[in-house]
């Protein structure tokens, strides 16, 4: 593995975070199978992605990552019991019932993207996310189940699936912390964690003690530390596995 300088100011190259990325999906793949994958989407206008030293566009994406937030508080159920009679007369002893029960459970779907950021020369973290409600009715012993696609979540709603700490944040940075604003390969708006500080703060995580100083960082592995901290922000923890350089 190549690596950082101990001069290295926290940023990395376009070519870098392609690289980077190769490696950050194949250690999630390995470490992390449970959850969905993560995936390279290329530019429109960019080239195949590939592990090499080619400049390469494009962004990782990771999709429809379920929080399920909530069933009916009541759990509420409905009951019918239709009796006919005719046919109790005819059959002279069984009733004839009919017994409905409903569920409505609410989800919130999370679509993530890492995508690099020219400017800052860092990687950022763009998401969006949707409600779906799930409608389930059981009639005896058959069960139906009818998938009601929703709406766009707003700030105040993601804020209460965020962790305790990063909800705190929000509260105290609001439009600093989180913004809203185009997606540069979508052009369509998406939330962001804002990237200001990211090459102070990954300076520090990589090289703050005398090891990672003297040895530096390998570049393979930015997305990888990077991800560590960034996606606790909102709930998705890094295996500790996909961390270690031999791995």
């Not at 919130?108 to 763009?126: E, T």
């Not at 989180?178 to 990211?198: A, D, M, S, V």
Request: charged residues 20%; glycine residues 4%; proline residues 4%.
């Amino acid at each position: 593995m190549s690596c950082f300088s101990s001069s290295w100011d926290g940023t990395l190259s376009q070519n870098d975070f392609s690289v980077a990325a190769h490696v950050f999906t194949e250690r999630w793949e390995r470490n992390n199978s449970s959850s969905p994958s993560w995936f390279w989407v290329n530019s429109p206008k960019g080239t195949p992605f590939l592990a090499s030293s080619q400049h390469v566009e494009g962004y990782l994406s990771l999709e429809s990552m379920c929080v399920l937030v909530s069933a009916e508080d009541s759990n509420e159920e409905s009951c019918t019991v239709e009796e006919e009679a005719g046919f109790s007369e005819i059959e002279g002893a069984a009733d004839s019932a009919t017994l409905v029960q409903s569920n409505r459970h609410e989800a919130h779907y999370y679509d993530f993207h890492i995508v690099y950021s020219a400017s800052y020369r860092v990687p950022v973290l763009y998401f969006r996310a949707y409600c779906s409600v799930m409608s389930m009715s059981c009639v005896n012993i058959l069960i139906f189940a009818e998938c009601i696609d929703g709406r766009p979540l707003l700030l105040n709603e993601i804020e209460k699936d965020l962790p305790a700490c990063s909800s705190k944040v929000l509260l105290e940075t609001k439009w600093t912390f989180i913004t809203q604003e185009e997606h540069p390969f979508l052009n369509r708006p998406w939330y962001k964690l804002h990237p200001c500080g990211t090459s102070e703060w990954m300076k520090l995580l990589c090289l703050g003690d005398e090891v990672a100083a003297k040895n530096g960082l390998a570049i393979e592995l930015y997305l990888v530390s990077w991800f560590s901290v960034v996606g606790q922000v909102v709930g998705l923890k890094t295996p500790l596995e996909m961390v270690k350089k031999s791995v």
